[in-house]
């Protein structure tokens, strides 16, 4: 019999009929003349009740069917007599794929706490919190592709091996086949990596942006989305050692339509979510953060305010809040900066541009003013940074002015520059970081539990 998914068994034209459902017990309580067992496939957080007329089933059929088994389950879908469902199966024939033994499966209790849950990584999306979130998360990456596809940005696939070191965004993943204890050495002493895979240095890509920018300027608009790694040894809520980043970028763009860009790209996905998700965001707010439906739509709803990091550097001086970290012009700013800002100063999502040239990437245009240049970054209640972006320097010579002094390599910066060499455009663009969004979506308040599989300092495990 063809089975149907539980997220699409809750239909009233189904009632009446036989239907057949396959998934994982979450509970079995009864007595020994009825017994009802919660199953959930994943479809859904909702899970479907099944009644078992002890008449017509032994207990020793029942007995396998414990929490965290598997079945297959054949009945009929009749209207539910039980508070809080609407329908429920009749079961007429059990069948079971997997015991789950109920002195060693890990999940037997409600309401396991999150840092239990982490250790338990590999059997967590099976519980309704994960279950929740990762079903926001694919729904997140679905908006994401259809916002931009529909707005006709191309989707380009930029290097995760890169041999540049000067991405600017922070210490990378060295990548090597080299052997570790017999390093090959050059005359003077230096690792000789001309031996190596490569045959020169290699690192995990802690961004995409270079790279966009060659396709922005041939394709008029793209964006990327994948993995980007950075081997920074923070151990905050907010960071992990390998997330997904979305970054467009926009020839003809500047720093004006680069915002009007992020705003409604961020309210895109948040709508889309509430529109698609709804079980599993009010599921997160009734158990995680009561306020998170109200947080969403008064994002979706409001202007975010905008003005320029020396603006900002003002009103936290003139707060007279004492911050942990001082503020003075040039700082760069701290989240709890950025969330005084947002959550106490203008109950807003803010935007804060024009920031020090000296605490900003070389590749940002430069303003007259000699001190700052057109960066621009997105900042969120409860999450800070969720974007940073900027209008590129469009300009060869001051782009290499600047290159030079930082001292970035040329041997790296070649290729990045003959695009302004050859048919230089204003062009702009932004990094989302997905999993901040993510946080942001579901309410949670650890960016490891928004990725199936954090990476962090001293953890690579499953
Ligand atoms: P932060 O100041 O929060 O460390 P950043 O300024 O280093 O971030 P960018 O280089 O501007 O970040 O990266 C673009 C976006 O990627 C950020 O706005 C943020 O949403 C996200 N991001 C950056 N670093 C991380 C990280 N380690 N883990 C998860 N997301 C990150
Ligand atoms: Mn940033």
Request: glycine share 8%.
């Amino acid at each position: 019999m063809k089975r149907t998914k539980i997220a699409d068994i809750f239909n009233p034209a189904l009632l009446g009929q036989e239907v057949c459902v396959k998934g994982w017990v979450r509970t079995r309580r009864g007595n020994k003349y009825v017994q009802f067992v919660a199953l959930n496939d994943g479809s859904t957080i909702k899970n479907i009740q099944i009644v078992f007329d002890m008449n017509e089933f032994t207990d020793e059929q029942l007995k396998p069917v414990t929490t965290g088994s598997s079945v297959c389950v054949e009945g009929l879908l009749v209207e539910s007599m039980g508070k809080g469902q609407t329908c429920e199966i009749q079961a007429k024939k059990l069948e079971v794929y997997g015991t789950a033994d109920p002195e060693t499966y890990p999940l037997q209790k409600k309401g396991h706490t999150l840092e239990f849950l982490r250790e338990k990584a590999h059997l967590r999306p099976r519980t309704n919190t994960f279950g929740a979130v990762l079903r926001v998360r694919s729904t997140l990456a679905y908006a994401i592709h259809k916002f931009f596809q529909e707005k006709g940005f191309f989707y380009l696939n930029t290097p995760l091996i890169t041999a540049s070191d000067c991405e600017g965004a922070g210490a990378m993943f060295q990548v090597t086949t080299l052997p570790l204890n017999d390093l090959p050495k050059t005359e003077d002493g230096q690792v000789d990596y001309s031996q190596d895979f490569f045959g020169k240095p290699t690192a995990l890509t802690v961004s995409g942006q270079l790279e966009g920018e060659l396709g922005a300027t041939a394709l008029g608009a793209i964006y990327t989305f994948g993995p980007t790694f950075r081997a920074e040894n923070s151990n905050t809520p907010r960071h992990l050692s390998e997330f997904w980043m979305i970054e467009p970028e926009m020839a003809f763009y500047d720093i004006t339509d680069n915002m009007d860009l992020a705003e409604e790209f961020v309210k895109y996905c948040i709508g889309y979510a509430l529109d698609h998700c709804r079980d599993d965001i009010e599921f997160l707010a009734e158990h995680f953060d009561k306020d998170l439906i109200e947080r969403l739509e008064f994002v979706l709803h409001n202007d975010f305010v905008r003005l320029t990091y020396t603006e900002g550097v003002k009103i936290l001086e003139e707060s007279g809040k004492k911050f942990e970290f001082p503020v003075s012009w040039g700082i760069d700013l701290q989240s709890e900066h950025e969330r005084y800002l947002v959550e106490e100063h203008f109950k807003k999502p803010v935007i804060l541009t024009d920031y020090p040239k000296d605490i900003k990437a070389f590749y940002m245009k430069q303003n007259e003013d000699g001190k700052t240049v057109r960066a621009m970054d997105v900042l969120f209640p409860n999450i800070g940074e969720i974007i940073g972006g900027s209008e590129r320097e469009a300009d060869y010579d001051k782009l290499l002015k600047r290159i030079e002094e930082l001292n970035i390599p040329m041997k790296d910066m070649w290729w990045y520059l003959d695009t302004r060499r050859f048919g230089t455009v204003p062009h702009s663009g932004f990094g989302l970081g997905f999993e901040r969004l993510v946080l942001f979506v579901t309410g949670m308040t650890n960016i490891r539990d928004v990725i199936p599989f954090p990476r962090t300092p001293n953890n690579a495990e499953f």
